[in-house]
């Protein structure tokens, strides 16, 4: 997925990316260095929901969308990337024996793994895949799934500026950019009060977990690590080498002093040379990740 995000970057890159989260919006201008701003968004602008009308108060989000965007030059359109909350996508690594190479073939199988644990019509949903590289021996797909109908209203803003959303991904699988070991890696991602946990192996992803807090506690945040350490361990055959913390602010060296206590390994600030991972801009720093390493800018 990662090298999928590559690829569909062109020379030259879009105009701007934007990351939209219920704490607002993160955009960023490509450049040497890139340009990067921050809306906050009123409580209640958005929803994040694969269930329901995620954009509540359209008019507040398309100001704040014109406020970074700057004014539209000319009738041209502009590309744009959009980074959409994970909550707002239903993201699964599919397992396969065999995957065939005919992409009719390919997404009617995909569909058929994915429509029975859906809980929205996967017939008005958009849907993306991925192949990943593997062993030969089995094929892990990553798939993104989301109602039409929420891909749209988060879209609309931006073609009302004359943007053309050309890229739409997830701030996990942008941010996993971010990621850098080698072995297996688990990254832990708060954004308000969604957590993410995703598991990778030599980069590719194995599992990605999106959770609704209850509360953001150590508890809370603890409680579904050990099972993801145990997946590692029976699925991978190895413990994770590092944990890598996002989106966690000032809770960030007491969660590691207590992960390393508790888990037995390695904890880690995610990193980016474009500034602090926060919780609300990890896919964006991701996105600007990868074009430098593509050799875009």
Known sequence: MIRLLRRLVEDPPPALAFELSEAGIAAARPGRPPRIGFEPLEPGV?????????????ERLAAHVRALAGERE??????????????????????????????????????FRIRKGLPFDLDSAALSYAPQPGDGRRVDVVAAVAPLEIVARYEAPLRACGLAPGLVTTSTLAALELVRESGVAVLLKLSGRFMTISVLERGALKLLRAIELAEISPGEILAPLYPTMAYAEDQLG???????????????????????????APVEPLVSRYGEVEDYNAGLLGWLESLEAGGTQ
């Open 46 to 58: 958005l929803s994040v929901s694969p269930l329901h009308d995620n954009v509540q108060q359209a």
């Open 74 to 111: 000319g009738r041209k359109r502009r590309d744009a990337v959009l980074i959409l909350p994970d909550a707002s996508v239903r993201v699964l690594v599919l397992d396969f024996d065999a995957f065939p190479s005919s992409p009719a073939e390919q997404l009617s199988l995909v569909r």
């Open 238 to 264: 190895a413990r994770p080498d590092k944990l890598l913390l996002g989106g966690f602010g000032s809770a960030t060296a007491d969660l590691r002093r207590l992960m390393e206590l508790e888990l037995g």
